[in-house]
């Protein structure tokens, strides 16, 4: 039975939960919480692959402010459907019966078939109480790359853009690279932040030379520069160019061949690669939407008129075999001049 402050401590294990984005590849992030009388008495997150589980880690941070003797009897509230098969880590319904928890709350259900449910029959068989399904959209949100990647074995897909008004992405001769705000690309250093890959073009490669790294005061402690990804027909590239000598250049790889989207994403899934984010030129851009392999896009809207430049959604497959792509869950925020519109694709 759902009680009255369920959905508040969920609020609070949620937050948790963002805090493992972009961190824990391929394990999902998850945050917990222990609550027992009315009052938090624990609290955590995944912070990596091998490392404690959220339940693991909130079990530990009770304990680590004195409040071990309370556990027992107490409500863990978790994002996911706690796990039940020991992987590299023990599994969490153990450590959670072990602890003496009379009630478990969970959003998600675990995404992989093979798991989904389990904890609940363990859990019952222990007499503990079990909960499921509060905020479940929140927290399924949260876990979209993992579930893509453990359902069909492919890596979540972002596409990402910066564009004028008149649909360019990049300005005339002799004028700055750059289309929208310093505000703008500092948000979207979030996008790589919560990635494992970042994927361009050669086309992009040769012209911008960019760098693909994460700077900035946000970047969490732990995280790994994203794996930088160039696609390529030909093979010629610059080899001078910063991905091949900077300091990251072993997390560069290039693709080569006359690769279709879909054998793109099958190259990186096979490197448990689960997210990528698509910075790439018109061209790739249109490829990945004319294969349907784009699940969420992050759009960058500059108040600018450019005339000319790269389309930003361009490419022959694009423009005579698609369909229009649809957006759901839509956010639109307000970036200084810019405006960034974010949304997940509509299957």
């Known amino acids: 039975m759902q009680h009255p402050d369920d959905e508040k401590w969920m609020r609070l294990a949620l937050a948790e939960a963002r805090n493992g984005i972009g961190l824990t590849s391929p394990n999902p ?9 009315g009052r938090l008495i624990g609290q955590g997150w995944h912070h990596r692959v091998g490392l404690p589980h959220a339940e693991v ?34 599994a969490c319904t153990v450590a959670l019966t072990n602890a003496g ?6 959003g998600a259900t675990d995404p992989n078939p093979g798991h989904a449910g389990a904890a609940d029959r363990i859990l019952r068989d222990a007499k503990i109480e079990v909960l499921s399904g ?3 959209e929140e927290c399924e949100e949260v876990l979209r790359p993992f ?7 492919l890596p979540y897909v972002v596409a990402k853009a910066g564009q004028s008004l008149d649909g360019r992405l990049s300005r005339p001769p002799g004028e700055s690279q750059w289309i929208t705000s310093e505000v703008s690309r500092a948000h979207a250093m979030q996008l790589r932040v919560q990635s494992d890959a970042i994927l361009i073009g050669a086309e992009t490669l040769r012209r911008d030379n ?38 990251f250049k072993e ?3 290039v693709l080569r061949g006359d690769l279709t989207f879909p054998d793109i994403l099958k190259e990186l899934a096979a490197r448990q690669i689960t997210s990528v984010l698509l910075e790439s030129g018109g061209n790739l851009l249109g490829q990945a939407f004319a294969a349907g392999a784009v699940d969420e896009v992050c759009w960058y809207i500059a108040p600018r008129i450019c005339g000319g430049g790269t389309l930003a959604v361009g490419g022959v497959e694009f423009a005579v075999g698609a369909k229009s792509v649809e957006l759901e869950k ?4 307000v970036l200084g001049s810019d405006v960034c519109v974010r949304g997940v694709v509509v299957r």
């Open 29 to 37: 992030a998850v945050g917990a919480v222990l609550v027992k009388d």
């Open 57 to 90: 880690e909130a079990l530990r941070n009770a304990e680590a402010q004195g409040k071990g003797a309370e556990i027992r009897g107490a409500t863990a509230y978790v994002t996911l459907e706690p796990c039940s098969t020991h992987g590299r880590t023990g």
């Open 101 to 106: 928890v009379s009630r478990v709350v969970y």
């Open 134 to 136: 509060v905020l479940r």
């Open 147 to 153: 579930a893509q990647w453990i359902t069909t074995g």
């Open 210 to 247: 960019p760098r693909l790294t994460l700077r900035g005061d946000a970047v969490p402690e732990g995280k790994l520069q994203p794996w930088r990804v160039v696609v390529t027909r030909s093979g010629e590239l610059p080899q001078d160019a910063g991905l091949f000598t900077d300091e």
């Open 251 to 253: 997390r560069t790889i």
């Open 330 to 333: 839509v956010s639109v925020e």
